[in-house]
Nanobody, 123 residues
């Protein structure tokens, strides 16, 4: 089992940037694909981005493509989500997740979830 702890959320104005981090501990970090999801109030949890174990394959939701970038640091056992040009509709709780592959994460076949970090974008 992998334990995931997200950080980096907060309040930002529209057009601003935030970088989320997800620190992993437990089983070998490099064996897992990693991803981010988000859930806005009253809505279902949705896929945001995923990256495979080697970092050379990524997927993004259409709504964030070109604005968000997912990356991972194997030495730090951490995955990041750089969020630029934020919009009020990006407001949500953001969750980190593991999976067998980045494609598995995209279709929500998830191994472990973090507890989430709140991102609020004001207009």
């Amino acid at each position: 089992q992998v334990q995931l702890v997200e950080s980096g959320g907060g309040l930002v104005q529209a057009g601003g940037s935030l970088r989320l981090s997800c620190a992993a501990s437990g089983r070998t970090f490099s064996s897992y694909a990693m991803g981010w999801f988000r859930q806005a109030p009253g809505k279902e949890r949705e896929f945001v981005a995923a990256i495979n174990w080697s970092g050379d394959s990524t997927y993004y939701a259409d709504s964030v493509k070109g604005r968000f970038t997912i990356s991972r640091d194997g030495a730090e056992n951490t995955v990041y989500l750089q969020m630029n040009s934020l919009k009020p509709e990006d407001t949500a709780v953001y969750y980190c997740a593991t999976g067998r592959s980045s494609l598995a994460i995209k279709v929500q076949v998830i191994g472990s979830w973090g507890r989430g970090t709140q991102v609020t974008v004001s207009s």
